[in-house]
């Protein structure tokens, strides 16, 4: 059995609901444990959340895009990982991203590069979406990797979408097999 772990924080609930969407292609893929670590209001983990980044094959790191980075929470928690980076209890897992902005753009791509850095310093490998993009005339906006994020799973949530209208389902659906990806690379990776 491979432990993934998924550290995230959602201002809004449209990142949770990424988040849910990215381990439930996770638990469809059999053999995976997941622990699902959100990181509250305040920028804090449980500190038994900490034992468990430890113990993990993977870690999937999320958070909402605000003014072309992670939110405050995400970087609190990024900055407290330097316990665990000074001990390199990180090295050799698997990362991977994912962030949820108002824009189709936003910006996206500096959080999921803050999110590769931290995991390069932490001595990880990486994990991108491994898929094409939705990107002839025919593709709708709920076509899969729609948005084309390479580096890591991008969504939208308008600014004025209720959690229950966004992301739309073709994002979930990309967030889905997003999950099934990771879990499928560290089930290799971990053996």
Known sequence: MTRVAMVYHSGYGHTAKAAEAVAKGLMEIGGTHLDMLPIDAEGNLPEAAWAILCAADGIIFGSPTYMSGPSWQFKKFGDASSKPWAAQQW?????????????????????????????????????????????????????????????????????????????????????????????????????
Do not use: C
């Open 91 to 191: 090295k050799d897992k698997l990362f991977a991203g994912f962030t949820n902005s108002a824009s189709m753009n936003g910006d996206k791509l500096s959080t999921l590069d803050y999110m590769f850095h931290l995991s390069q310093q932490h001595g990880g490998i990486w994990v991108g979406m491994g898929m094409l993009p939705s990107n002839t005339k025919a593709a709708t906006r709920n076509d899969v990797n729609y948005i084309a994020g390479f580096s890591g799973l991008m969504t939208v949530s308008p600014a004025d979408a209720s959690v229950d209208e966004a992301p739309l389902p073709g994002d979930l659906e990309t967030a889905r097999l997003f999950g099934q990806r990771v879990a499928t690379l560290t089930q290799r990776w971990a053996k």
